[in-house]
């Protein structure tokens, strides 16, 4: 596998934690029930990124922001420290030994096949979590894991876990937004790279800024208005962090998008991301 061109995209543990302990209602009833007005529907617009022909754009778009690659199914058996303070980033959405969704992926491996290559990792794992320390990883960690990445019960466990911790719960928040596809993969985006805890960059509280200054579609908002909104906040956000200064994932890519109007995703998709041009279609 080529050495992905990737940008550093820091998971602070507390949020990835708190994502993990809160999934299902707590993430979409919670501020959903507070903030919808009486009355107020989705609108029909709110159809799916979880559409397979969208799931698989969406896959491709993030890919391309964290990997300089449409190639997304390469990325399984991706393994390296991009020295972000999270210790290994690994996978197809960067599950980390510092944050504690890398452990819960293994142990989800290891549930359905006991005798697999990382299992033995496992006691490790639950030591480095909340750290970036490789103790009991090194020094055989990568190549166990890029081993592994040839088994399809691990390719699956990396879908099943991307799936719950991250997509699921962007698509349902989105649904209940009342925004569509366009607007669901801010969402996912955003959960990929900040986590949803309670600090003040977490997806959660990026969509807390935004409806400062705009209503969502389900409380009788204007879809655009308010994805501009989203996508300032994101933006703040992004420029709280070093490692997230360069914002072009929005820019160059969401904010194109939105601009021409393409809240489906329709392809044909063209944009940039650190200024390499890509094109879906």
């Not at 510092?98 to 549930?111: A, H, S």
Request: aromatic share 8%.
């Amino acid at each position: 596998m080529p050495t992905p061109h990737r940008t550093p995209t820091p998971r602070l543990h507390t949020s990835r934690r708190t994502l993990l302990g809160f999934i299902g209602a707590s993430l979409v009833a919670g501020p959903v029930i507070a903030s919808q007005t009486a009355g107020a529907a989705p609108t029909a617009k709110a159809g799916g990124l979880d559409d397979p022909a969208k799931k698989e754009i969406a896959m491709q778009i993030v890919c391309s922001a964290e990997n300089s690659d449409l190639k997304w199914k390469d990325y399984y058996r991706y393994c390296e420290d991009i020295d972000d303070g999270r210790g290994y980033t690994a996978g197809i959405i960067g599950f980390c030994s510092g944050t504690g969704d890398m452990l819960d992926l293994v142990e989800l491996y290891t549930q359905r096949k006991p005798n697999n290559v990382l299992a033995k990792y496992l006691p490790a794992l639950r030591e480095v979590d909340g750290t970036d320390s490789h103790e009991g990883l090194d020094p055989n960690f990568k190549r166990d894991w890029e081993k592994a990445a040839q088994d399809s019960e691990f390719q699956k466990a990396q879908n099943d876990e991307r799936d719950r911790v991250y997509f699921n719960p962007a698509i349902k928040q989105g649904k209940a937004d009342g925004i569509g596809v366009l607007g669901q993969f801010a969402y996912y985006d955003a959960i990929v790279m900040h986590g949803n805890g309670g600090d003040s960059t977490s997806f959660a509280n990026i969509r807390k800024r935004a409806l400062r200054s705009a209503k969502t579609p389900a409380q009788g908002g204007d879809e655009v208005t308010y994805l501009n909104a989203y996508l300032d906040a994101r933006v703040w956000a992004m420029k709280q962090e070093e490692a997230h200064e360069d914002t072009s994932r929005v820019d160059t890519a969401q904010r194109v998008f939105l601009k021409k109007g393409n809240l489906n995703l329709n392809t044909p998709l063209e944009w940039k991301v650190y200024g390499d041009p890509y094109r879906i279609g």
